[in-house]
């Protein structure tokens, strides 16, 4: 008799604890206070691209460990991160996601402010920009923010290390891709959504190989494609992960078909497949011709914005450009075939650990860092408990 | 002023049986304690065995919380999983209805069969050096038991057999539960707003046929208040019974003919069992109705109603059935939108306060409009609580 | 609209004396077609006059239709409509929800000097109709 007993549910697996992850991760409160302040409030955060914010003035707004920010780029060209609330009154800033603004206005006051967070007229004194009010009041609230390799991270934390201290080899996997020979890459893809699941089973479905399973796409074009010897996991201090020897046919899924070899991006071939999830909200992923950067940010245990974008060259033909968001959308548009399934998956694991009736997770799969091994999750839970001081197996315990 | 704020906390001059505080309906705590000492020990209708006609039909839902599966295994014996897998988690079945030999997760493609036990395992070379193995991944069984064609579950491996805890309670559907003949025609479900015991009460509550057009017509007139009884048994399961219909009363509606009774019924026969603490079952000579209530929180609800037949029905005979079930008792029905109209009120009522508590203190020696069978729900749930209905908030007994 | 503005006479109006109704709609849960609402001509005057008596939702249903597909048998006497339709509940406080989604089979009677509905087949997606409805979709 095989199947168990309902009372044994709680019962932990006879594993290694390192095996293993409580369902409280996902839905405890404590536990999520805990990864706001000592995770992300910690860690550098991918914030957008540069691209996105081209010119002086050009800014982005996104949400980030609860916290509404900005960035925007300065007359002098600098990249900068602020709260996006006046410092006066609290009310929002910038209303929209993008935008272009000399001024930031407080939408309460008419408090102003410029590009380096500086009060340019105030409620007191309204166009005299070097009076002694305007000096004292409180400029906007800045966080610390670096670009690498077109990459805009940003952090919470005033006291961070550089960020790449943080990334360390991180990005090593994509040394040929972002190199210096010249190639500037650019968005032209962007899509959020939310997911009601923790944040955390997002970030699981693409540190998790094993699931290679539930896509048909990848059933068919990537399982066979290369010896499952032939792929090689990494893992970096910090949490950082990364994927390399994966191959795709993808001739082998109906309605798609083998790439152009001309158009992969430098440094890759047209079926090469990597990635490389940065601890503990990003991922990117390379498929030859496209690249997808994914973000996730936790609304509450439950719920999470899911933001994906994908790049091409700055410039490229506009023949190359549909050609790369065809294939993008293939897989990870919003009407793909593999990442509506990943969605799915994690709200699946939602309905499960949300309410408890799931406790735990196995995460015990050893191929020696190939094939399908869990050896990435094993990873980033180890990071995760370092960074939360709870223990991931059993999160009450500290 | 006779009631005004200063004395509106005063409870009535009444035995604590007549009186039920609006904190049973708002009270957190309660709640949570209800999962654990109701919901956790008692027998829950999971379905009807027609649900699950073949071998290996499954039927899927939501338990408190809680996913499950009931599938007819191989051997026709029903059984109950919890509907998670055992590797990452996640929920396994997702449609509510199907019929599989294996089921299979979606997610790494880990499959169970009918007894819950692991039987594949996608790779499984990865998992030697962990220890791993296929036999301690079972899925978790819920004990399971069918009692006149109905399918229990219950969370408490040591709850007594189901046929215990309904004692004699069906007794009034031997004939026609018992007949082995029944089958699902109608199925609805819906969340509403209100807590859970409201929905109950619509039907444990005789005296509010006043709000329904449909029965002041046909049937506060029918009979004699006299000869209903109103009767309670062990485990706190009541009984409303010797009500009549006149159906040609209400403008659109015809007399029942005899000759499309359910087994055991006569055609303008009405009478209801509440099975405690969740389930109703109400016969109306041609059709049978089953309601289940399930909690999602304390102030939401899922109200599930199933429509019984026969199931050898001819297609004629079935339309008929059906449109005798959704007069009354359909969502375009006359009588269950009143209802559900009714708990939905109440809730306003209870939600912050402005009602303190409700009386069920009406006395008619077990006839006519008599609260006996509200009474007889409240003493059993107080039992089970631990709790006073009039004064819940202080827990008179520990575990 | 008749129905909309709970105008039970001009919509009964609109109905030949052959009316057929029915609200159909499949259930997943128990694998079966159901039909929630069963009404003739004359079931549906009398079902539709007991309305008012009735303690129903409150507030206001308003339906959306859009044709796609109108079909006239040879000798132009019957019409076949197909229609989608919304139905979106507004309560007192004027909070808009939808609350059913479906499909209108219809049969329209074109011999008379005037067109009238003959046959309706409302078929519903939406199968939690929280408190539900006196009032036919
Ligand atoms: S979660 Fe079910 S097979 Fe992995
Ligand atoms: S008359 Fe019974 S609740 Fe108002
Ligand atoms: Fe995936
Ligand atoms: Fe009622």
């Not at chain 1, 939408?107 to 380096?116: A, I, K, L």
């Not at chain 1, 309605?255 to 990003?282: E, H, I, K």
């Not at chain 2, 109306?284 to 199933?306: F, N, Q, S």
Request: glycine fraction near 8%; charged fraction near 25%.
């Amino acid at each position: 008799m095989s199947a168990r007993r309902y009372q044994d549910r709680a019962r932990p697996p006879n594993l290694r604890s390192e095996d293993y992850v409580s369902g409280q991760v996902y839905r405890d409160d404590g536990v999520f206070r805990d990864e706001l302040d000592t995770v992300l409030g910690k860690v550098w955060h991918f914030a957008c691209h540069v691209s996105e914010v081209p010119e002086p003035g050009d800014y982005r707004t996104f949400l980030h460990a609860l916290q509404p920010l900005f960035v925007i780029r300065g007359e002098d060209e600098k990249l900068r991160c602020f709260f996006n609330t006046c410092p006066q009154c609290g009310a929002r800033l910038l209303g929209d996601g993008a935008g272009t603004a000399a001024r930031l206005r407080c939408v309460r006051h008419p408090g102003q402010f410029d590009w380096s967070g500086r009060v340019v007229a105030s409620a007191q004194s309204e166009d005299n920009a070097e009076s002694d009010v305007l000096s004292a009041a409180p400029r906007l609230r800045e966080i610390h923010a670096e670009t690498k390799n077109g990459l805009v991270f940003v952090n919470l934390d005033d006291a961070a290390q550089p960020l790449d201290a943080f990334l360390g080899q991180g990005l090593e996997i994509f040394d040929g891709v972002f190199g210096d020979d010249g190639v500037e890459y650019e968005v032209f893809h962007f899509h959020r959504a939310t997911v009601k699941a923790n944040w955390k089973a997002w970030q699981e479905t693409i540190v998790d190989l094993y699931h290679e399973f539930m896509h048909v796409v990848l059933r068919t074009t990537q399982m066979t494609a290369a010896p499952m010897s032939a792929r090689d996991m990494r893992v970096y201090p910090n949490g950082h992960l990364a994927i390399g020897g994966l191959k795709a046919d993808y001739d082998n899924y109906k309605g798609y078909s083998a790439r152009d070899g001309s158009a992969a991006f430098p440094g890759l071939t047209v079926d090469d497949a990597r990635f490389t999830p940065l601890f503990p909200d990003t991922t990117i992923i390379t498929r030859g011709t496209v690249m997808r950067i994914d973000t996730v940010t936790p609304l509450d245990p439950h719920r999470t914005i899911v933001e994906s974008r994908g790049l091409g060259i700055k410039g490229e033909p506009e023949a190359d450009r549909l050609m790369r968001m065809r294939h993008h959308n293939d897989y990870w548009g919003p009407f793909g075939r593999n990442v509506p399934e990943d969605a799915f998956a994690a709200e699946a694991c939602e309905k499960s650990f949300g309410k408890g009736a799931g406790r735990y997770q196995i995460i015990a799969r050893d191929e020696g860092g190939r094939g399908q091994d869990d050896l990435m999750l094993r990873a980033y839970y180890k990071a995760w408990s370092e960074m939360t001081g709870r223990l991931a197996h059993s999160p009450g315990n500290t | 002023m006779e009631n005004s704020a200063g004395t509106r906390q005063t409870l009535p001059e009444m035995p604590d049986t007549h009186v039920v505080s609006g904190a049973v309906y708002t009270d957190k705590a309660i709640f949570e304690d209800e999962k654990r000492r109701v919901f956790g020990q008692c027998w829950h209708l999971a379905c009807h065995e027609s649900e699950l006609g073949e071998a290996y039909d499954y039927r899927t839902f939501d338990y408190i919380g809680t996913p499950l599966i009931a599938i007819r295994g191989g051997d026709g014996v029903v059984r109950t999983f919890m509907n998670v897998c055992s590797h990452r988690g996640a929920k396994i079945i997702q449609e509510p209805s199907g019929n599989a030999k294996r089921l299979t997760c979606f997610y790494h493609l880990w499959s169970y069969d009918d007894r819950g036990n692991c039987v594949d395992i996608p790779r499984p070379e990865a998992y030697e050096s962990s220890g791993l193995k296929k036999d301690d991944c079972g899925l978790f069984e819920v004990r399971t038991e069918t009692h006149l064609g109905l399918v229990f579950i219950n969370l408490d491996d040591k709850a007594p057999p189901v046929a215990d805890y309904i004692g004699a309670a069906l007794d009034p559907f031997a004939d026609s539960l018992g007949s082995g003949e029944l089958e699902v025609f109608h199925y609805n479900r819906a969340i509403l707003h209100a807590n859970w015991k409201a929905w109950q009460e619509t039907n444990l509550d005789l005296y509010h046929e006043w709000m329904h057009v449909l029965l002041r017509r046909t049937q506060v007139g029918e009979g004699s208040m006299n000869t209903r009884v109103v009767k309670s048994f062990e485990n706190g399961h009541t009984m409303g019974g010797g009500l009549k219909a006149s159906y040609d009363k209400y403008k659109g509606m015809a007399a029942r003919d005899p000759g499309m009774a359910l087994p055991g019924l006569g055609p303008d026969d009405f009478f209801f069992v509440d099975l405690w603490p969740n389930a109703a079952l109400l016969a109306r000579g041609t059709a049978i109705r089953i309601d289940v209530v399930t909690p999602i929180d304390e102030k939401t609800m899922l109200v599930e109603w199933r429509g019984l037949g026969l199931k050898g029905d001819s297609a004629d005979v079935r339309r008929t059935r059906m449109q005798h079930h959704n007069q009354y008792w359909g969502p375009f029905g006359r009588n269950v939108p009143e209802d559900a109209f009714a708990a939905e009120a109440c809730e306003l009522g209870f939600r912050h306060g402005a009602a303190t508590r409700q009386l069920i203190a009406r006395e008619e020696g077990g006839k006519g409009q008599d609260d006996g069978m509200l009474r007889a729900w409240y003493a059993e749930w107080a039992r089970r609580m631990g709790r006073s209905p009039a004064n819940p908030t202080n827990a008179i007994a520990p575990d | 609209m008749a129905l909309d503005a709970e105008d039970f006479t001009a919509f009964i109006d609109l109905c030949s004396t052959e009316f057929d109704y029915r609200i159909t709609v499949y259930s997943p849960e128990i694998r079966k077609e159901m039909i929630w609402l069963d009404q003739d001509y004359e079931g549906m005057r009398a079902l539709l006059e007991m309305v008012p008596q009735h303690l129903k939702r409150l507030g206001t249903l308003k339906r959306h239709v859009s044709v796609y597909i109108i079909d006239h048998d040879a000798t132009a006497a019957i019409a076949t409509v197909t229609s989608s339709f919304i139905v979106t509940h507004t309560d007192p406080d004027g909070v808009s929800q939808l609350f059913v989604a479906g499909t209108y089979y219809d049969e329209v009677d074109c011999r008379g000097d005037r067109y009238l509905l003959k046959r309706r087949r409302a078929h519903l997606e939406t199968r939690d109709l929280g408190i539900g409805s006196h009032i036919p979709i």
